[in-house]
């Protein structure tokens, strides 16, 4: 089975116009989600992180991809407080997928050790809601009720696309954080 790749432009159906989105499709393969997809794209020259995403409770709200530098100063920081520091940050907002499982995008300035973080906003705030929302991280270690490690979601990255898996946690009653499925 020969293996293709096709970008499809949303502006033509009005979607994401603001954005210029494109999707990847491959045959068997999860659609590529998010402004960066492109930069996950068969021969692109990288540096990316496509991460397959998982768990995904419901399509409520927002799922967010982010890009921090590997401190633990600056980890799960405030993006303004980052980029006004001229520190590492990127963000992908994406629409959960209609199958609850899906691949993520985020380009990467360069080569080099990351932490990567994956919220599910499901309220629309914009801030994290301990009672509501979801997380992630590339080790996809149990969360608990302990607040995320910096060395959960470390991730290396190498000169072109980088994979990570990340299976997403919610609150599951008194023993706190825990995967859905």
């Known amino acids: ?8 432009t949303l502006a033509a159906a009005g ?6 989105v494109a999707l990847a499709a491959t045959p068997g393969a999860a ?16 540096p990316a992180i496509l991460a397959s ?8 709200g927002t799922l967010k991809l982010e890009l921090y530098p590997a401190t633990e100063e600056d980890f799960l920081a405030g993006d303004k407080k980052l980029l006004e520091a001229g520190k590492t940050f990127r ?4 629409a ?3 199958g609850l499982a899906g691949e993520i995008c985020i380009r990467v300035p360069r080569p080099g050790r990351y932490a990567l973080f994956l919220g599910h906003d499901r309220d629309g705030k914009r801030k994290f809601n301990f009672w509501s929302d979801g997380a992630g991280f590339p080790s996809n270690h149990k969360i608990g009720r302990a607040k995320p490690k910096l060395v959960d979601s ?6 072109g696309v980088t994979r990570a898996t990340i299976r997403l946690q919610y609150l599951r009653g008194l023993g706190g954080f825990n995967f859905a499925d």
Request: glycine fraction near 14%.
């Open 53 to 60: 995403v998982s768990g995904i409770k419901d399509r409520r």
């Open 15 to 20: 979607l994401g116009s603001a954005l210029g």
């Open 96 to 98: 959960p997928p209609a």
């Open 154 to 159: 470390l991730i290396d990255v190498g000169p």
């Open 1 to 8: 089975m020969a293996t293709y790749r096709r970008s499809v």
């Open 31 to 46: 659609q590529v989600l998010g402004q960066d997809a492109a930069a996950c794209a068969p021969g692109a020259p990288g």
């Open 91 to 94: 963000r992908i907002d994406v």
